[in-house]
T-cell receptor, first 117, second 112 residues
Framework: GAVVSQHPSWVICKSGTSVKIECRSLDFQATTMFWYRQFPKQSLMLMATSNEGSKATYEQGVEKDKFLINHASLTLSTLTVTSAHPEDSSFYIC?????????????FGNGTRLTVT | SQKIEQNSEALNIQEGKTATLTCNYTNYSPAYLQWYRQDPGRGPVFLLLIRENEKEKRKERLKVTFDTTLKQSLFHITASQPADSATYLCALNLNAGNMLTFGGGTRLMVKP
């Protein structure tokens, strides 16, 4: 079945540094990937839609200059948290639709736990 | 505004019983609805999809219903097992394309 691999699974960084998170579709191509963040005991909040070969689409309230998204190939999207601060500490999860149909199930990575000290 | 609501309180049931989780939505008429399972510290896993013209969908011990009049979906796990303990999320596409919006999830605890 379709597998999405996310790396790293956890990262601790100092305030002011940048962190890159990778999301790969292992056995299928993903022209679109979605990035979410999730706070403890809360739901997934969509941050942005990553589009292969074009600019990402950000949700309202998400700073595009802070959360840089690059989708340079059909199997890889990256999220870079720039100048991270403690309030950026969260669980970040990526997903990719199984196919291009409008009701396609999403396949999720296992998330990245970011802690900014 | 469009809302997706799931019971935020944990559901505790005894092993062997049927668990029923609810997903309500407002101000929208989705063409389909999906259910996912999420374990702690992991990404969600797709379980079932039900379309607006389907009243019920089954997969092994899972059953999903979709009432577009009530704007509600029910998710049932029959003969529940402790391994079914997890958070269950419903999701709708509130916009065009395959972008999903998730409910807050309900945590299910199945006690042996």
């Amino acid at each position: 079945g379709a597998v999405v691999s996310q790396h790293p699974s956890w990262v601790i960084c100092k305030s002011g540094t940048s962190v890159k998170i990778e999301c790969r579709s292992l056995d299928f191509q993903a022209t679109t990937m979605f990035w979410y963040r999730q706070f403890p005991k809360q739901s997934l909040m969509l941050m942005a839609t990553s589009n292969e070969g074009s600019k990402a689409t950000y949700e309202q309230g998400v700073e595009k200059d802070k959360f840089l998204i690059n989708h340079a190939s059909l199997t890889l999207s990256t999220l870079t948290v720039t100048s991270a601060h403690p309030e950026d500490s969260s669980f970040y999860i990526c997903s990719a639709p199984e196919d291009r149909s409008y009701n396609s199930p999403l396949h999720f990575g296992n998330g990245t736990r970011l802690t900014v000290t | 505004s469009q809302k997706i609501e799931q019971n935020s309180e944990a559901l505790n049931i005894q092993e062997g019983k049927t668990a029923t989780l609810t997903c309500n939505y407002t101000n929208y008429s989705p063409a389909y609805l999906q259910w996912y399972r999420q374990d702690p510290g992991r990404g969600p896993v797709f379980l079932l999809l039900i379309r607006e013209n389907e009243k019920e969908k089954r997969k092994e011990r899972l059953k999903v219903t979709f009432d577009t009049t009530l704007k509600q979906s029910l998710f049932h796990i029959t003969a529940s097992q402790p391994a079914d303990s997890a958070t269950y999320l419903c999701a709708l596409n509130l916009n065009a394309g395959n972008m999903l919006t998730f409910g807050g999830g309900t945590r299910l605890m199945v006690k042996p």
